[in-house]
């Protein structure tokens, strides 16, 4: 168990290296520098400048520096806004973006688990078409189409939910329900079609045949069986959701993290746009992590698996 979680670790640690240094080296090979605008610097003021940010030395010094920054904690200092730390700024505008995450994770899950189970308990039957009829759609359609299609009917046209903001619990309504429409397909899609492979296998009808009811076959062994493939799901979800609200944020207005990458990016702020991606990655990464350690956790044949293989 101890070799396994380790040689996981050990992996992430070299796949966080790996996108700091790609990050860093594609930040360099984009032509032109944060402070190339229209209005022209004088030269004095513009070699001063990239003293201070260190951009005066070879791109290997660069690098250098940056990664011992790094394992100190310190991303850098912004370009583009004065004297503010881009830690700093990670954590001001992180807290709205892991609220709406947070909230949309649970909700995905729970809403497509329970779509999931509904469709395989009631196979070929209402329920099952419905609910796989939701799962195409929520598959096919952009998050951002969604997003606006909520924002028409549901905040413009019939002025249930607010167009915009982030200021109480009506707002989290529709930025929930286009950043989760995705992933509760997917996860119904998962939890259907393997409960299903349980439901039919051979401990299942042995079960039934000593007389356990219906209600102690599901929850303690098609449950708990048919669950696995959803939570090896659930660790990139976890990552997709709160990275990937960039989008949604920009749409209503919640001044997250995913606004100040936008920004970042528009004006070449460097220091903001690789801490921010490094944040991602690490949010991505420790999120594969804990899921590799809980799958184990529930599934003991993953363990041996792992002693052999690692």
Do not use: C
Not at 34 to 59: G, H
Not at 100 to 110: D, E, K, M, N, Y
């Amino acid at each position: 168990m101890f070799r396994y979680i380790f040689n996981r670790f050990l992996h992430m640690v070299v796949s966080l290296f790996v996108l700091i240094s790609a990050t860093f080296f594609l930040m360099k090979a984009i032509p032109g520098d944060p402070f190339t605008s229209e209005k022209k610097i004088p030269e004095q003021i513009l070699q001063r400048l990239y003293a201070q940010y260190n951009l005066d030395k070879p791109v290997l010094e660069q690098y250098v520096l940056y990664l011992k920054n790094i394992l100190k904690g310190d991303l850098g200092i912004s370009m583009k806004m004065l004297n503010q730390d881009v830690t700093h700024i990670i954590g001001q505008t992180f807290s709205s973006s892991l609220k709406l995450g947070v909230v949309a994770i649970i909700v995905a899950i729970i809403v497509g688990v329970a779509l999931g189970m509904l469709a395989a308990l009631y196979h070929r039957k209402l329920i099952d078409n419905v609910a796989m009829v939701l799962a195409v759609l929520g598959i096919a359609v952009p998050s951002f189409v969604v997003a606006s299609l909520l924002q028409y009917l549901l905040a413009y046209h019939w002025k249930i939910f607010p167009v915009m903001g982030f200021k109480g619990p009506m707002n989290y309504f529709l930025p929930v329900m286009a950043l989760t429409a995705s992933p509760i397909a997917v996860i119904a899609r998962l939890t259907r079609s393997s409960m299903l492979e349980v439901l039919h296998s051979d401990y299942i009808k042995t079960a039934k045949a000593k007389g356990l009811s219906w209600f102690s076959i599901v929850s303690r062994h098609v449950l708990r069986n048919g669950i696995l493939p959803v939570i090896t799901y659930v660790g990139p979800m976890t990552a997709n959701i709160i990275t990937g609200s960039v989008v949604i944020e920009q749409i209503f207005g919640i001044g997250g993290i995913g606004k100040q990458f936008v920004q970042a990016i528009n004006t070449r702020d460097y220091p903001i746009i690789m801490g921010i991606t490094i944040f991602y990655g690490v949010i991505l990464m420790v999120a594969r992590f804990l899921t590799d350690v809980a799958y184990v956790a529930i599934d003991p044949r993953i363990k041996l698996a792992g002693r052999k293989g690692d």
